[in-house]
């Protein structure tokens, strides 16, 4: 796998400014250009197709309008700050409110770009994981029957061969399980018939409680009700 080293990044999701739908200015303009699109609604075949259409018309004007308000906003930004010179304190209380506005503007703004950086594909993000391809790269394998292969066409084949049998039963030595089940004992020798039957000791009914969890008290077993004591015998509560 082999990419460029040059990408281009395209712009980040518009999102619109809620603050500019509470100006009056807004209000009338949208009001004014809504009328003409409502105007527009029999040239499309339904309602849905015309609501879509309006929809991009809406965006197109929400970010016209907010590119005049920057521009707007930046001279009157430059007129207070001339205006302040001279040490009114109205142009003084006026540029402090102005900078507020700015200053909640750019946190909102920082909060975004926090939660979108670790979603924009970068030009180190495709270095970064074009260099991980090449470290991930297996260069050779061994075969099974103890030879190195190095052609890309052979290693798939050796792993392409291996995990397409790596679930399937295989064919098992009878002698072989036998060998296996005959060391282990399915039931307990005849010796400890008469141990396992007797009931339980005081001196196992303590070993069994030392051995329980802090905090953890026995439950009081119900009329006939089988337990399994320390020593693996079973008895009958009453």
């Known amino acids: 796998m082999k990419l460029p080293e040059s990408f281009h990044v395209e712009k980040g999701l518009w999102r619109l400014n809620t603050e500019i739908v509470k100006e009056q200015n807004f209000k009338e303009q949208f009001v004014e250009k809504y009328r003409g699109w409502q105007s527009l609604k029999p040239a499309f075949p339904n309602a849905l197709v015309w609501w879509d259409e309006v929809k991009s018309l809406i965006k197109q004007f929400a970010i016209r309008y907010c590119v005049e308000r920057a521009h707007q906003r930046r001279f009157k930004f430059h007129s207070l700050c001339n205006r ?45 994981d074009t260099k991980s391809v090449v470290d991930r790269r297996i260069r050779a394998v061994c075969h099974p029957g103890g030879v190195v292969v190095e052609s890309p066409q052979a290693v798939l ?9 790596l679930y399937s039963r295989a064919a098992v030595s009878e002698d072989l399980q036998e060998d296996l089940l005959s060391g282990i004992d399915k039931a307990p020798p005849e010796s400890k018939n008469d141990s396992l039957g007797s009931n339980l000791s005081v001196g196992e009914l303590w070993t069994a409680v030392a051995a329980m969890k802090k905090g953890k008290s026995p439950v009081p077993m119900a009329s006939r009700q089988s337990s399994i004591g320390p020593s693996g015998r079973s008895s009958v509560g009453t």
């Not at 507020?100 to 970068?122: M, N, S, Y």
């Not at 084949?157 to 049998?165: M, R």
């Open 157 to 165: 084949g050796v792993f392409g061969s291996f995990f397409s049998n």
């Open 84 to 128: 302040a010179r001279d040490g009114s304190s109205s142009d003084l209380h006026a540029l402090g409110v102005f900078l507020d506005e700015k200053l909640h503007g750019a946190r909102v703004r920082a909060r975004i770009q926090f939660v979108e950086a670790d979603e924009k594909p970068t030009i180190r993000f495709y270095r970064d």
